[in-house]
Protein backbone atom coordinates (compact mmCIF):
# COMPACT_ATOMS: atom_id res chain seq x y z
CA UNK A 1 0.00 0.00 0.00
CA UNK A 2 1.06 3.49 -1.11
CA UNK A 3 1.82 5.27 2.50
CA UNK A 4 2.50 9.38 0.54
CA UNK A 5 -0.66 10.44 1.62
CA UNK A 6 0.53 9.41 5.29
CA UNK A 7 1.91 12.48 6.15
CA UNK A 8 -0.21 15.53 4.58
CA UNK A 9 -2.89 13.49 6.82
CA UNK A 10 -1.08 13.63 9.61
CA UNK A 11 -0.42 17.58 9.20
CA UNK A 12 -4.10 18.54 8.49
CA UNK A 13 -5.34 16.43 11.60
CA UNK A 14 -2.77 18.51 13.78
CA UNK A 15 -4.39 21.25 12.04
CA UNK A 16 -8.01 20.11 13.13
CA UNK A 17 -6.86 19.43 16.37
CA UNK A 18 -5.24 23.15 17.09
CA UNK A 19 -8.11 24.30 15.71
CA UNK A 20 -10.35 22.52 18.80
CA UNK A 21 -7.87 23.93 21.41
CA UNK A 22 -5.38 21.32 21.60
CA UNK A 23 -1.59 21.75 21.51
CA UNK A 24 0.41 18.79 19.82
CA UNK A 25 3.23 17.92 22.04
CA UNK A 26 4.87 15.14 19.44
CA UNK A 27 4.59 13.90 16.08
CA UNK A 28 5.75 10.82 14.81
CA UNK A 29 6.63 9.27 18.36
CA UNK A 30 8.55 5.97 18.11
CA UNK A 31 9.17 2.88 20.24
CA UNK A 32 9.87 -0.45 19.61
CA UNK A 33 6.55 -1.31 19.37
CA UNK A 34 5.34 1.24 16.78
CA UNK A 35 5.28 4.79 16.35
CA UNK A 36 2.10 7.08 17.55
CA UNK A 37 1.25 9.67 14.70
CA UNK A 38 0.28 12.56 17.10
CA UNK A 39 0.85 13.20 20.76
CA UNK A 40 -1.63 16.01 21.84
CA UNK A 41 -2.78 17.55 24.91
CA UNK A 42 -5.94 19.86 26.36
CA UNK A 43 -6.85 20.83 29.47
CA UNK A 44 -7.89 17.11 30.46
CA UNK A 45 -6.37 14.81 28.08
CA UNK A 46 -3.23 13.48 26.82
CA UNK A 47 -4.45 12.09 23.29
CA UNK A 48 -2.41 9.59 21.79
CA UNK A 49 -3.95 10.07 17.82
CA UNK A 50 -3.54 7.60 15.03
CA UNK A 51 -4.24 9.60 11.60
CA UNK A 52 -5.00 7.07 8.58
CA UNK A 53 -5.18 8.60 5.11
CA UNK A 54 -7.02 7.41 2.14
CA UNK A 55 -8.01 8.74 -1.19
CA UNK A 56 -11.46 9.57 -1.95
CA UNK A 57 -13.50 6.21 -3.51
CA UNK A 58 -10.73 4.00 -1.55
CA UNK A 59 -12.41 0.75 -1.21
CA UNK A 60 -11.27 0.57 2.69
CA UNK A 61 -12.62 2.82 5.53
CA UNK A 62 -9.45 4.30 7.23
CA UNK A 63 -10.86 3.89 10.28
CA UNK A 64 -10.88 -0.04 9.90
CA UNK A 65 -6.93 -0.17 9.47
CA UNK A 66 -7.21 0.73 13.10
CA UNK A 67 -7.51 -3.42 13.77
CA UNK A 68 -6.96 -4.74 17.10
CA UNK A 69 -2.81 -5.90 16.90
CA UNK A 70 -2.73 -2.23 15.66
CA UNK A 71 -4.64 -0.95 19.09
CA UNK A 72 -2.44 -3.23 20.93
CA UNK A 73 0.66 -1.71 19.49
CA UNK A 74 -0.33 1.94 19.91
CA UNK A 75 -1.58 1.10 24.34
CA UNK A 76 2.37 -0.17 24.13
CA UNK A 77 3.89 2.68 22.59
CA UNK A 78 1.92 4.94 25.05
CA UNK A 79 2.47 3.13 27.63
CA UNK A 80 6.80 4.26 27.08
CA UNK A 81 5.85 7.43 26.32
CA UNK A 82 4.09 8.00 29.77
CA UNK A 83 6.95 6.19 31.81
CA UNK A 84 9.34 8.36 30.07
CA UNK A 85 6.92 11.81 30.41
CA UNK A 86 4.75 11.49 33.89
CA UNK A 87 1.53 13.57 33.15
CA UNK A 88 -1.85 14.11 35.26
CA UNK A 89 -3.11 14.21 32.03
CA UNK A 90 -5.67 11.27 31.64
CA UNK A 91 -4.45 9.76 28.20
CA UNK A 92 -6.86 8.77 25.61
CA UNK A 93 -6.58 7.48 22.14
CA UNK A 94 -8.50 9.14 19.07
CA UNK A 95 -8.60 7.84 15.47
CA UNK A 96 -8.50 10.60 12.39
CA UNK A 97 -9.75 9.21 9.15
CA UNK A 98 -8.39 12.00 6.78
CA UNK A 99 -10.01 11.17 2.70
CA UNK A 100 -7.76 13.26 0.18
CA UNK A 101 -8.87 13.85 -3.04
CA UNK A 102 -5.53 14.90 -5.61
CA UNK A 103 -3.41 14.78 -2.91
CA UNK A 104 -5.72 17.36 -0.77
CA UNK A 105 -7.57 17.11 2.52
CA UNK A 106 -11.42 17.11 1.49
CA UNK A 107 -12.52 15.44 5.01
CA UNK A 108 -11.46 14.16 8.36
CA UNK A 109 -13.35 11.98 10.59
CA UNK A 110 -12.10 12.37 14.28
CA UNK A 111 -13.35 9.70 16.58
CA UNK A 112 -12.05 10.84 20.68
CA UNK A 113 -11.46 8.11 22.90
CA UNK A 114 -11.96 5.48 20.29
CA UNK A 115 -10.45 2.62 21.91
CA UNK A 116 -8.97 2.24 26.02
CA UNK A 117 -6.63 0.59 27.50
CA UNK A 118 -7.98 -2.86 28.81
CA UNK A 119 -7.22 -3.03 33.00
CA UNK A 120 -5.29 -6.59 32.16
CA UNK A 121 -2.99 -4.96 29.91
Known amino acids: MN ?8 QYTAYYLEQN ?15 IDIIARNKKFLIFVEVKTREQGSL ?3 LEAVTPAKQRRLIRTALLYLQA ?3 ALQPRFDVA ?8 PVSI ?9 PQSF
Open 3 to 10: NSSGPLGE
Open 21 to 35: GCTVVVRNYRSRFGE
Open 60 to 62: ENP
Open 85 to 87: HPT
Open 97 to 104: AVTTQNRS
Open 109 to 117: QYVADAFSC
